[in-house]
């Protein structure tokens, strides 16, 4: 099963190149890879970031009733 600590976190820097060849310093968006100001805004980054967090949930959730960890 995957969980945060299997790769998708929930807090990554931007993947995002400045100008000057720096990588950029601001936050990713939730489940995405890159900032507003790099394409984290555009509706089809915005989808693929909450389809990611969705599939994250799931995975969570079900690791979580396989090992009886979750309580209703």
């Known amino acids: 099963m995957r969980t945060a600590q299997d790769g998708i976190r929930w807090a990554v ?4 190149h400045r100008r000057d060849g720096e990588l950029c ?8 890879f890159v900032c507003s100001k790099h394409g984290g805004a555009s509706p089809q980054a915005r989808r693929k970031a909450r389809e ?19 309580y209703h």
Do not use: H
């Open 25 to 32: 310093r601001r936050w990713a968006i939730r489940g995405g």
């Open 52 to 70: 990611r967090l969705v599939e994250l949930a799931a995975y969570n959730l079900l690791a979580a009733l396989q090992d009886g960890s979750y």
């Open 13 to 16: 820097k931007c993947r995002a």
